[in-house]
């Protein structure tokens, strides 16, 4: 028999706390109301404990108590005693006391407070979080599964097996017609579809009110990275409890996580595998689900019509119903067949993330520990075309950092030159071939006049390690001086160049023939973007760091630099930084490295170089990444002067640079920026992210600084534009939370608080404004107290 919220109990506190004194020796120092549908519930405070006083309605069976009593006991006992309320009893022993004050009966059970934050009060609900409630429902199903009471078959309104009657009965209760039709129409085809096939569902007790109120998750752990796990930690409110169909329990919770989500069915998705992975569903139970869900929904709305009308001042009674009627329009246009695949294919999925988590152990098994591997949860990617890449499900990512495939992934004319010239010869350079010196030619018509001899080596590293020797070479010198936070390959000798390594976990410092200077970053350091001439400025802290080392009696063979920074942050040198500081290289006998590796062949957009960028002309050229478009293709160029200097004797050989397999990937790629416009493209494309990322930066102050070349843009966060505190946790749950919406961006910088943008060049405008808009929906969470 259903209970009218008109019989809400209204015990006052004075009387509370007199019987909590007399009942079960508690002194209570504070009592509050806390919300509630139709029993009155007290939050009691005594002693640094907490309690809830669960006031019954006058029409709730003692039966009925015990029922909801003995299941929270039984959970407790099979799952975990801290995540379902305890009963306490009275000072004689009982759970449950009936009192009589004021002409009324009252029936009093105090159970205890359990910690935590409602789901409603989480945001974002992450795909892990989600899976974790389903698996808490799950083990519920299993575990309650084996339990019985003699009360557990009572008539409740919001039994789902009866929510046609329920429904029908209030609906004279929705004023507006077009919510009455819509109403109308789905508990008729729930009553069509799904009531026939309840005899034919497994039946057990079911919590039946797993909504956003009544799931509590962990606090945020502010000593961690802002993406540690935010287990349930409770489950509370068993006044709904009932016997009915097993699958309801999920199609309840599915309805309320589903509220407030521009893809409610894949929310919903994430909690039936959880489900499904605790408590295997039935074909049948997947079949009925998503009509399940609606007629919740529906059951939801009509009740809290009915209840308004009753106790128009109990806010609590209509809590969700303004998004539950938007969740049920968009649930209209959605086909229960299509649901109902999306369901089984989340569950088979489930399946095959099982195989990805071997194919992890068998990875950390086999292959080094300090191969990273990107994201908290981890991407098998089986495909790429264009700016996207694949998973093993199919699922596309839009790829916004992967500048080694410059030209798209998979390009099919990069792809076909490859095939092609494999399928006739790959050997090395001891033997004449055309498409080795075709490369060379094409590649060094890009440079200045100066830069006229190449050498072919297969990655970044390789050419940064041969540019060092040629500079050596060239002034029989050791010493280098680098831009602080600065990368330049994985070998050795550059590791020993890179601060970003050296200076980080399992670095051995700086080496005695290594001399940093300042990175020239307008944002972060002591010379800001438009006060003054910030380049010359910066500049000269290379003259200062050279004539340091010549009074301790080092001689500079050269300076390495970056044309733009990328580890170090995405910073955009300042205007006449380069032209300064080669002239004090210059002067000081050294030779000048543009470190190209990431940022040529047209990312810049203005200009094929990133040097180009500065006004200079560098002594040797080092190109890699996007070069061979995913295969291992880098060069160095150099003068024919310094190339005199390396022929001294000994012999340069690779064994695989300049290949002719090799030669014909690199044709290919120049060919694809020439004839598809890509360097323009950039120009384009990069002024309108940029232009997104500023709107951006105006309304959210995490942002607090955007620059970029073309197409290699970041954002900084910080926690304060003033003092410019760093939000490195922040970065990185933002780059978490745009994977989770198919989005990978990742972060840099030495303080890894910059967001990084370098995609493939065929990125487009469409791109850019779907990155802007999901950033600007996660950057709207509440994540900056991580």
Known sequence: ??????????????????????????????????????????????????????????????????????????????????????????????????????????????????????????????????????????????TLSAFSHPAMERKLHWDLAHAGQTI????????????????????????????????????????????????????????????????????????????????????????????????????????????????????????????????????????????????????????????AWELLKQLEGINPDDAQRIFWEACNLQEEGEESSLLLAKRKKILGHNLSIAYRKHLTIVRGEGQYLYDEEGQAYLDCVNNVSHVGHSHPKVVQALQKQAAILNT???????????????????????????????????????????????????DFVVLDGAYHGNSSALVDLSPYKFKGSGGAGEADYVHTVEMPDGYRGPYKTGEGEIGTQYADKVRDTIKKA?????????????????????????????????????AAGGVCIADEVQVGFGRVGTHYWGFETQGVVPDIVTVGKPFGNGHPLAAVVTTPEIAASFDNGMEYFNTFGGNPVSAAVGLAVMD????????????????????????????????????????????????????????????NYIAERMREQHILISTDGPLHNVLKIKPPMVFTKENADEVVRRLDEVMGEDFVSL
């Open 428 to 478: 090395n350079t001891r033997y004449l071939h055309p498409g080795v010196v075709e490369l060379a030619e094409r590649l060094t018509a890009t440079m200045p006049e100066s830069l006229s001899v190449c050498y072919f080596v297969c990655t970044g590293s390789e050419a940064n390690e041969l540019a060092l020797r040629l500079a050596r070479a060239h002034t029989g010198r050791r």
């Open 1 to 142: 028999m259903s209970l009218a919220a008109v019989d809400r109990p209204r015990l006052n506190s004075f009387d509370a706390t007199r019987i909590v004194k007399s009942q079960y020796g508690l002194d209570a120092e504070n009592l509050s109301e806390l919300p509630s549908d139709r029993d009155q519930n007290l939050l009691l405070e005594t002693g640094g404990e907490r309690y809830v006083l669960k006031v019954a309605n006058p029409g709730e069976k003692a039966q009925v108590l015990d029922f909801q009593n003995k299941a929270m006991m039984h959970l407790r006992a099979n799952i975990d005693e801290n995540l379902f309320p305890r009963v306490v009893t009275t000072v004689n022993g009982d759970q449950i006391v009936s009192v009589y004050e004021e002409g009324q009966w009252y029936k009093l059970r105090l159970l205890t407070y359990l910690p935590g934050v409602p789901l409603v009060d989480v945001k974002p609900h992450t795909n892990e979080m989600l899976r974790e409630i389903g698996g808490t429902l799950g083990n519920m199903a299993k």
């Open 672 to 731: 694809v920026i020439e004839e598809e416009g890509l360097q323009a493209n950039a120009l384009e494309v990069g002024k309108h992210l940029k232009a997104g990322l500023l709107d951006l930066r105006d309304k959210h102050p995490i942002i607090g600084d955007v620059r970029g070349l073309g197409l290699f843009v970041g954002a900084e966060l910080v926690l304060d534009r003033e003092t410019l505190e760093p939000a490195p946790r922040q970065a």
């Open 550 to 586: 010549e009074e301790e009696g080092s001689r500079i063979a050269g300076f390495l630099c970056e044309s733009l920074l990328g580890c170090g942050g995405q910073v955009i040198l300042p205007e006449n930084y380069l032209a300064e500081a080669y002239k004090h290289v210059r």
């Open 168 to 323: 029908r009965e209030k609906l004279e209760h929705i004023q507006e017609t077009g919510r009455w039709v819509m109403a109308d129409r789905i508990v008729a085809q729930f009553e069509k579809e799904i009531v026939p096939l309840i005899p034919e569902l497994r039946k057990s007790v079911i919590h039946n009110d797993a909504n956003d109120y009544n799931i509590l998750l962990a606090e945020v752990d502010k000593s961690g990275t802002g993406f540690e796990p935010r287990p349930v930690v409770g489950v509370i409110d068993f006044g709904d409890m009932v016997y009915s169909c097993t699958v309801f329990e999920l199609a309840v919770a599915c309805a309320y996580v589903m509220l407030g989500k521009e893809k409610p069915l894949e929310a919903a998705a994430q909690v039936v595998v959880g489900f499904h992975q605790a408590y295997p569903l039935m074909e049948k139970e997947i079949e009925v689900l998503f009509l399940a869900m609606r007629a919740r929904l529906c059951l939801s709305v009509t009740m809290a019509a009915f209840q308004r009308q009753q106790e128009p001042d109990n806010e609590y009674l209509s809590v969700t119903e303004a998004p």
